[in-house]
């Protein structure tokens, strides 16, 4: 089974204050009681509502109201993460590409961890900032 999340990691988990719901219609549907939309119309991204990030790889979607992310080059989004429960440097990702789902564009990168345990993962786009704390199994 899965190693239980650590008190000393503040994991960010599916509440009443942390879901957000998207003004755009095609996730304006909850993502399921697993996932959870989290952030605000200017940037956000679906997270397990446990807590936890299955495995050190992961995709990870970005999204924003009136995106025009097939035109932007070089894209601005910046997503870092940083391990809370050891030392070690601040990872950053910049390797961004897009990812078209039907009607649906997203902001894509590949969220490689090099551990296991508690990290805190930051996206930017221009001026707007999500932070999230996830326990990677």
């Known amino acids: 089974g899965a190693t239980r999340v650590p008190d000393s990691c503040p994991v960010t988990r599916s509440t009443p204050e942390t879901r957000f719901t998207p003004s755009l219609p095609a996730h304006a549907r909850t993502s399921g009681e697993t996932m959870f939309w989290y952030g605000s119309n200017s940037l956000y991204t679906s997270l ?3 807590g936890r990030t299955r495995g050190t790889r ?4 970005w999204y924003r109201e009136n995106a025009d992310w097939l035109n932007e080059n070089p894209y601005q989004l910046i997503v870092t993460a940083k391990q809370l429960n050891a ?3 601040m990872l950053t990702f910049p390797r961004v590409t897009n990812a078209i789902m039907g009607e649906e564009v997203a902001m894509l990168l590949m969220l490689e ?3 296991r345990g508690c990290w805190q993962v930051t996206a930017n786009y221009k001026d707007d900032y999500v932070s999230f704390v996830t326990w990677v199994d």
């Not at 992961?58 to 979607?61: A, E, H, P, V």
């Open 113 to 115: 961890l090099p551990k």
């Open 87 to 89: 030392a070690g440097p």
């Open 58 to 61: 992961s995709r990870s979607f």
């Open 48 to 50: 397990f509502s446990d």
